[in-house]
C-alpha cells in the first residue's frame, strides 16, 4: 500500500472517531476514502464498519462518568441492540441496497429535526406530569429501529440514538450521549462480527482505520462533554443535517 494511502486512511479513521465521539456520522468520512482510493463498494462498507469499531469503544471509555449509573438501563437495552444490530448486518448482506439507500437520508434528517425539537416535544409530553418520566415502548422500539439502521449502514446512528433517548427518557444530554456510545458500540460491534464471518475484508485497511478511530473516538467524546447543552444539540443537528444532505447528493 502506498504511502499516501496509509496517511490517508489512519486520517480518515481519526475523523471518523471524532466525529462518532461527538454524535455520530463518522463513516461519511472513512467510507467515501476507502471508495475513492478503489476499494468495492461492500468491501469498503464492511472494512469501514469493522475498522472504526475501535473508535466507539474509545468514545464509551470518554464518557465512563456518565455511564456508570446507567448499568442497569444498559443491561436492559443491550438484547434489543444486539437484536438490531445483527438484523441489519444481514440486511446489508442479503438484500438489494437501492430502496434502503432511498429511505435512508430521510430517516437521519428526520432524526435529525426530532432531535432539534427534542426539548419543546418532552413540555408537551410531560404536561400534567410533576416530573418527567421514562417512556418504555418508545425507547425499546426506538433503539431497535436506530440498531438496525447502525448495523446496515451505520452513518449518523448517533444522531437516531440520540433523538431517541432524548424523547424516552428523563436524564440528560450528558448521559443520553453516555448511553448512545455504548449503545452504537454494541450495534457497530455486533455488525463487524457478521461481516468478519462472512469475510471479504481488506485487513490493512481495517488496522489504519482502527489505529485513527481509537485516538479519534476518546477526543470527540471529551469535546462534546465540554460542549454547554445548547451547542452541543446544534452541533448534532448540523451533523445530522449534513449527512443528509451528503446522501442525497
Do not use: C
Amino acid at each position: 500500500m502506498p504511502a499516501s494511502h496509509v496517511v490517508l486512511i489512519v486520517l480518515a479513521g481519526v475523523g471518523a472517531g471524532i466525529f462518532n465521539g461527538v454524535a455520530g456520522g463518522g463513516s461519511l468520512i472513512s467510507f467515501p476514502i476507502l471508495l475513492a482510493l478503489g476499494y468495492p463498494a461492500l468491501t469498503a462498507n464492511i472494512t469501514n464498519t469493522v475498522g472504526i469499531w475501535p473508535g466507539y469503544l474509545a468514545s464509551a471509555a470518554g464518557y465512563r462518568s456518565e455511564i456508570g449509573d446507567q448499568a442497569r438501563r444498559l443491561a436492559r437495552l443491550t438484547p434489543v441492540a444486539l437484536a438490531g444490530g445483527v438484523a441489519g448486518a444481514l440486511l446489508l448482506l442479503t438484500t438489494s441496497a437501492a430502496t434502503f439507500d432511498d429511505v435512508v437520508p430521510w430517516l437521519v434528517l428526520g432524526a435529525a429535526a426530532l432531535f432539534a425539537a427534542q426539548p419543546a416535544l418532552r413540555r408537551v409530553l410531560d404536561r400534567g406530569s410533576a416530573h418527567p418520566r421514562t417512556r418504555p415502548v418508545l425507547l425499546v422500539a426506538g433503539v431497535f429501529a436506530a440498531s438496525v439502521y447502525g448495523g446496515y449502514f451505520g452513518a449518523a446512528m448517533g444522531v437516531m440514538f440520540l433523538a431517541v433517548l432524548g424523547l424516552a427518557l428523563p436524564v440528560s444530554i450528558a448521559h443520553t450521549s453516555g448511553l448512545r456510545a455504548v449503545l452504537s458500540m454494541i450495534v457497530n460491534g455486533i455488525a463487524a462480527v457478521v461481516f468478519l464471518v462472512h469475510g471479504g475484508l481488506a485487513w490493512e485497511a481495517v488496522g489504519l482505520l482502527a489505529a485513527g478511530s481509537l485516538v479519534g473516538g476518546y477526543i470527540g467524546a471529551r469535546v462534546a462533554l465540554a460542549l454547554p447543552a445548547p451547542a452541543l444539540r446544534a452541533v448534532v443537528v448540523v451533523i445530522g443535517v449534513g449527512t443528509a444532505v451528503k446522501l442525497l447528493v
